[in-house]
């Protein structure tokens, strides 16, 4: 039976990573993520999944974990995160859609998604994705796009906007951008067997005129402590989440790491620059150290 799976953003060829993060007008926003992310990752881990890792502003932040698996749909950022991290065994990069991981039951301890959510039309779609790529007790670390800020809600009191930052449904502002509800986004993580533990509010100050009268060591301090109101209530643009999976899913197939993303047939036999899958025949390329996983 063909499946049909939602529309994607694909950055291949995108200059992003220069145009958003090198100009230094987003160094706050970078900062107060790194916060985040520090507060919330475990100190020690075997296997990360890095999904939606862009050219690889957050990879070499995941310190206390072994190994590092890098998931971008364009190959384009992933050549550009293999030019800042270097090749080593330490990282895999991997060209695939988030909603077919190509990735064995249970294999990773930890996951990542960082501004990543806002892109997807299906994210309970994608989140299910990841929870089947984790183990038991995995965590999962994800942030998104936070429709019940306090921006939004004065220009809704104001009537500056139709849209209600109160209700369930995702709101698309573009195209493929949303912002999303927090109540939602913790029934999706539940529903696809994880449990919540924390939640911390993140870029409280994204206000031009903050960033230009306030130094930007002392705007990051004051965000680092808004942080902590994080389980209490949800206002900010960004919400990080850490969330473990529940359950018991198939333990992880010794030893492997891909499966095939069309038949979910696993383990894939490695031939000479590619992954073979013995059950569909269809052949997985690799080159240039990115493995190729797309199925569109």
Same mark, same amino acid.
């Given at each position: 039976?063909?499946?049909?799976?939602?529309?994607?953003? &694909?950055?291949?060829?995108?200059?992003?990573?220069?145009?958003? /993060?090198?100009?230094? &007008?987003?160094?706050? @926003?970078?900062?107060?993520?790194?916060?985040?992310?520090?507060?919330?990752?475990? $100190?020690?881990?075997?296997?990360?999944?890095?999904?939606?890792?862009?050219?690889?502003?957050? =990879?070499?932040?995941?310190?206390?974990?072994?190994?590092?698996?890098?998931? #971008?749909?364009?190959?384009?950022?992933?050549?550009?995160?293999? *030019?800042?991290?270097?090749?080593?065994?330490?990282?895999?990069?991997?060209?695939?859609?988030?909603?077919?991981? +190509?990735?064995?039951?249970?294999?990773?301890?930890? *996951? =990542?998604?960082?501004?990543?959510?806002?892109?997807? *039309?299906? +994210?309970?779609?994608?989140?299910?994705?990841?929870?089947?790529?984790?183990?038991?007790?995995?965590?999962? %670390?994800? @942030?998104?796009?936070?429709?019940?800020?306090?921006k939004a809600i004065l220009r809704y009191a104001l009537k500056?906007?139709?849209?209600?930052?109160? =209700?369930?449904? !995702?709101? $698309?502002?573009?195209?493929?951008?949303? #912002?999303?509800? +927090?109540?939602?986004?913790?029934?999706?993580?539940?529903?696809?067997g994880f449990t919540v533990e924390r939640?911390? =509010?993140?870029?409280?100050?994204?206000?031009?005129?903050?960033?230009?009268? %306030?130094?930007?060591?002392?705007?990051?301090?004051? #965000?680092?402590?808004?942080?902590?109101?994080?389980? /209490?209530?949800?206002?900010?643009?960004?919400?990080?989440?850490?969330?473990? *999976?529940?359950?018991? !899913? +198939?333990?992880?197939?010794?030893?492997?790491?891909?499966?095939?993303?069309?038949?979910?047939?696993?383990?894939?036999?490695?031939? &000479?620059?590619?992954?073979?899958?013995?059950?569909?025949?269809?052949? /997985?390329?690799? @080159?240039?150290? %990115?493995? &190729?996983?797309?199925?569109?």
């Open positions: 039976m063909k499946v049909d799976y939602p529309p994607i953003i &694909d950055y291949e060829g995108s200059d992003y990573q220069d145009r958003f /993060w090198g100009g230094g &007008d987003r160094a706050y @926003e970078d900062q107060v993520e790194a916060i985040a992310l520090e507060r919330l990752l475990p $100190e020690h881990g075997r296997l990360m999944l890095e999904v939606g890792a862009g050219a690889g502003r957050n =990879t070499s932040r995941y310190r206390g974990y072994e190994r590092v698996v890098l998931v #971008d749909y364009s190959r384009s950022q992933l050549e550009q995160a293999q *030019a800042r991290l270097g090749r080593s065994e330490r990282y895999v990069f991997v060209a695939a859609d988030v909603y077919r991981l +190509p990735f064995i039951p249970g294999v990773f301890d930890g *996951a =990542t998604m960082i501004r990543t959510l806002h892109h997807l *039309a299906d +994210p309970l779609r994608a989140i299910s994705q990841v929870r089947e790529a984790l183990g038991p007790g995995g965590i999962f %670390i994800l @942030e998104y796009a936070n429709k019940q800020n306090l500056r906007q139709a849209w209600s930052p109160f =209700t369930p449904e !995702p709101v $698309e502002f573009a195209a493929l951008n949303f #912002d999303f509800h +927090p109540r939602s986004v913790r029934g999706w993580l539940e529903a696809c939640q911390l =509010t993140v870029s409280h100050f994204r206000l031009g005129i903050a960033k230009r009268l %306030i130094p930007l060591g002392l705007l990051v301090r004051m #965000d680092a402590l808004a942080q902590l109101t994080g389980d /209490w209530w949800q206002l900010s643009p960004s919400v990080f989440t850490r969330a473990r *999976a529940k359950g018991s !899913p +198939p333990d992880a197939y010794p030893g492997g790491l891909f499966k095939c993303p069309v038949c979910d047939h696993y383990p894939l036999a490695e031939g &000479d620059d590619e992954q073979v899958c013995s059950n569909c025949g269809r052949r /997985w390329s690799s @080159e240039g150290g %990115i493995f &190729d996983f797309r199925v569109r």
